[in-house]
């Protein structure tokens, strides 16, 4: 008789489940090919007395699972090089996944990367669903999330930046330099960084004594189209702002293409301040003063708990999170007439 305390094989969850092992088997390894009501009774079954194998799981190959929610622009390519670079130091191959824009991944991603056996899966603005993420413990494959989307689950590590801090300090930049109609774009209301960005752009202007307009608060979506659309509404306020942050730097350079389209000259007539200090943004005209994430020791820290986990060991925290830092170049000044 099992107890609850009991791990099972997989002939005794069969037996329980009243299905063949063949049946465990394949909810074990996370196959596709089991009824949702199968596969919820066996999961019941392993959630209260756990799984015992048989035998020694097999040696995962020299593989890092990268997967994007999508592979656009400069983001991706920083994340890739520091992945690349500190899985070369350990003979790792680094596969790249893109989700095209989903958060979550698919069920049939999740199937290929089981077959494949990687020593870890790295998910960028992305994450897994919790069976998902119960299928890869299972197989004991390790998971760290890298700039997540959402608050992850206290037992999965992750690393991010100071998002809050960023905000504040971009903001905080702009009040020196005498604007007080600072408009911010943020990212989609769902995504982590997105919020702690306006949380630190609020807390600049409440220590300044400057009344947050909801008005110059625009709802972006971290892409340049974004940052075009809600340019051009906030733009054309009777009283329009004298400073925009834009929480990524795709967002800035769709406040460009708005200020140029309405005849606005950068910095005399708007300044603009952007976050992640991608490569391509010290080439725009003016060049963007922004804010700096280390996207690439991001991605080399991510490597760094991955592979500790791969190797059976402990890490001393769950939680990474790299300074953000302020990086002025030419597409902030002083506001022409003054507001203050």
Do not use: C
């Amino acid at each position: 008789m099992t107890t609850e305390s009991s791990p099972l094989t997989i002939a005794q969850l069969a037996e329980l489940a009243g299905v063949s092992t063949a049946t465990v088997s394949k909810v074990v390894n996370g196959r596709s090919e089991v009824s949702s009501e199968t596969r919820a009774a066996v999961e019941e079954l392993i959630r209260r007395h756990g799984y015992r194998r048989q035998r020694r799981r097999s040696t995962p190959t020299a593989l890092v699972e990268l997967v994007f929610h999508a592979l656009e622009g400069d983001y991706p390519v920083e994340i890739t090089k520091g992945v690349a670079e500190a899985a070369r130091k350990h003979d790792l191959t680094v596969a790249i996944s893109d989700l095209h824009g989903d958060h979550t991944a698919a069920d049939a991603w999740l199937e290929s990367v089981l077959r494949r056996r990687p020593s870890g899966v790295i998910a960028v603005f992305s994450g897994l669903t919790e069976t998902q993420h119960e299928q890869l413990a299972r197989r004991e494959i390790p998971l760290v999330l890298l700039d997540p989307a959402d608050a992850p689950a206290r037992n999965i590590p992750s690393v991010g930046a100071g998002n809050w801090n960023g905000g504040l300090t971009a903001t905080r930049h702009l009040l020196e330099l005498g604007h007080r109609r600072i408009a911010i774009i943020t990212g989609p209301d769902s995504a982590l960084p997105s919020r702690a960005r306006l949380d630190g752009y609020r807390t600049a202007l409440d220590m300044a004594g400057v009344p947050v307009d909801r008005e110059l608060i625009g709802r972006g979506d971290f892409l340049i189209e974004g940052g075009l659309a809600e340019a051009h509404r906030m733009l054309r306020l009777p009283d329009r702002p004298t400073a925009i942050f834009a929480t990524n730097d795709g967002q800035a350079i769709g406040v460009y293409h708005a200020a140029r389209q309405l005849g606005l000259r950068i910095p005399d007539d708007l300044s603009v301040i952007g976050f992640d200090d991608l490569p391509s943004v010290r080439w725009a005209i003016p060049p963007l003063t922004t804010i700096r994430q280390p996207l690439a020791k991001m991605a080399g820290a991510a490597t760094s708990m991955l592979l500790t986990l791969a190797h059976g060991e402990q890490l001393p925290q769950s939680r990474v999170e790299l300074a953000t830092e302020l990086v002025v170049r030419e597409s902030t000044g002083p506001p022409l007439l003054s507001t203050a």
